[in-house]
């Protein structure tokens, strides 16, 4: 069971921004990282519009982590740092592609990134 999301009364989001936005019952949109310049697929964390809106002026990625309940910005404790280069809707409006340049591990085991490990079997027809 995730928890809600604190979800700021008020945010400073562009409301042309928030309008296009489908959040899930929380509150939430899925954001994916992917390197800007090679196409390599990061992680996916989750935002909020308080998230985006800081993701957006401050040019780092900030999360909302559903397990603590409270906002997290890549790197300030790993010191894996993403910097913004671009951040884009999907035609649906619910979900979020966050273009970084990654310094370090994207992944909180310390792996480049969170898909390294989790290679299935693909048979095709």
Known sequence: MSASPAVPH???????VAVRLK???????????????????LMMGWMDDEALHRTLTTGRC????????EYWVKGDTSGHVQVVKSVAVDCDGDTLLVKVDQHGAACHTGDRTCFDA????????
């Open 62 to 69: 900030t999360y909302w982590s559903r397990s603590r309940s």
């Open 10 to 16: 008020t945010t400073d989001l562009d409301p042309a």
């Open 23 to 41: 959040r899930d019952a929380n509150g939430l949109v899925p954001a994916i990282a992917q390197q800007y310049d090679t196409g390599e697929v």
């Open 118 to 125: 989790g290679q299935l079997p693909v048979t095709t027809a």
